[in-house]
Nanobody
Framework: QVQLVESGGGLVQAGGSLRLSCVASGNIFAINAMGWYRQALGNQRELVATITRGGSTNYADSVKGRFTCSRDNAKNTVYLQMNSLKPEDTAVYYC?????????????WGQGTQVTVSS
């Protein structure tokens, strides 16, 4: 099993920045890709960013150029740096991790952290 604990959410004005962190524990050698989903009230979950153990990243079109996903394997931590935030970025953000061989990193989920962007 893998446990994921997020931190760093909060309230920020439009145009501001936040950095989310997620620490993984447990059977961490079983996981490859990690990343972030988000879900706004009334909307479906959206895969925001992913990063492999080797550092390859992918982003949703809605956040490209504004969000950066990074990873410190020595600390078992993944980060999501969010810049130029918009009100439409308001959502609960979930850290996720995927087993080796998974097509998307959704085998394990954190509890979620709220990000609210005011206009």
């Amino acid at each position: 099993q893998v446990q994921l604990v997020e931190s760093g959410g909060g309230l920020v004005q439009a145009g501001g920045s936040l950095r989310l962190s997620c620490v993984a524990s447990g059977n961490i050698f079983a996981i490859n890709a990690m990343g972030w989903y988000r879900q706004a009230l009334g909307n479906q979950r959206e895969l925001v960013a992913t990063i492999t153990r080797g550092g390859s990243t992918n982003y949703a079109d809605s956040v490209k150029g504004r969000f950066t996903c990074s990873r410190d394997n020595a600390k078992n931590t993944v980060y999501l740096q969010m810049n130029s935030l918009k009100p439409e970025d308001t959502a609960v953000y979930y850290c996720v991790a995927g087993l080796w061989g998974s097509t998307v990193p959704d085998n394990y989920w954190g509890q979620g952290t709220q990000v609210t962007v005011s206009s």
